[in-house]
């Protein structure tokens, strides 16, 4: 047997469902499975623990099943999770043990959106960034048409269930998750690594939609025509903390913007 031959057969065993007979590729068959799923579990610890190890297990080979990994890195096979618990929701729903599920109302999707991003923000690459005085370049009465960008993680997590509370009480243990969970509807955030680690700063509906316009790369003013209620928008304070955190690379004037 050819090299080639025994690398696609041994390939083959350790991504077949069935055990293997042979006892030593049994030993790989189950490792295999046993990393991935130890790895799904360390970028989605919320999800794992609200699904129970069992129930988890289960849904995470059978993610495996239609993901497998194409890289010795098992960390970005996790991107696709979320996606597929939305593929694949009344299955996971279903599969939550926790008692009181009816009463916490967690989508699994978006929650496991929430972890994927704060993931990401934990080992993305940040760029240098520039604080608040950038803005004495411009005119006062450009502002309006100034576009910033704004660092690789930043990103704007928003859910129609109040997963952003339940994952922080959650991570935290700070209250109780069943009264974070049922203090509030739908809420969204944002979110950007720093040095000191990931920042999540909750925000309005309103504030969310501007900052998605803002990461697409529209202008101050126009990405105010994005948000529904824009005068509920506190842009003062929204910029300073941008500023402060960090989040902002850079300041340019949108020439083609006549806000």
């Given amino acids: 047997m050819s090299l080639q031959s025994w690398q696609r057969r041994f390939a083959a ?23 991935f799923r130890k790895a799904l579990a360390v970028s989605f610890p919320v999800v794992a623990d609200l699904l129970g190890e069992s129930r988890f297990n289960v849904l995470a080979e059978r993610f495996r ?29 279903g599969a939550i043990i926790e008692p009181t599920r009816a009463a916490l109302g967690i989508d699994l ?31 006062p009465d450009r502002w309006p048409s100034l576009a910033l960008q704004l660092q690789p993680s930043f990103t704007v997590p928003r859910g129609s269930t109040p997963v952003i509370s339940y994952w922080q009480a959650h991570r935290e243990r700070a209250v109780p ?8 509807g739908p809420e969204q955030a944002w979110l950007i690594g720093t040095p000191r680690g990931p920042i999540l700063q909750h925000c309005n509906a309103a504030t ?9 790369g529209a202008s101050l003013a126009r990405a105010l025509d994005a948000a529904e209620r824009p005068a509920e928008i506190d842009i003062t304070t929204t910029l300073q903390h941008l500023f402060s955190q960090g989040a902002v690379v850079s300041v340019d004037l949108r020439a083609d913007d006549h806000a």
């Fill in 13 to 35: 065993q350790l991504d077949a469902a069935e055990l293997p007979e042979d006892p030593g590729m049994q030993v790989y068959h189950h490792n295999v499975r046993a990393q």
């Fill in 65 to 93: 099943q239609r993901n497998p990994s194409r890289s010795g890195d098992l960390h970005p096979s996790g991107g696709a999770f979320p996606g597929f618990l939305v593929d694949d929701a009344n299955a996971a729903v």
């Fill in 109 to 139: 999707s978006e929650l496991a959106h929430l972890e994927w991003a704060w993931q990401c923000a934990l080992i993305t690459t940040e760029r240098p960034s520039i604080d608040a005085s950038s803005l004495s370049r411009f005119p």
């Fill in 177 to 184: 998750v069943i009264a974070a969970a049922t203090a509030i």
């Fill in 208 to 216: 969310a939609e501007w900052l998605e316009a803002l990461r697409a």
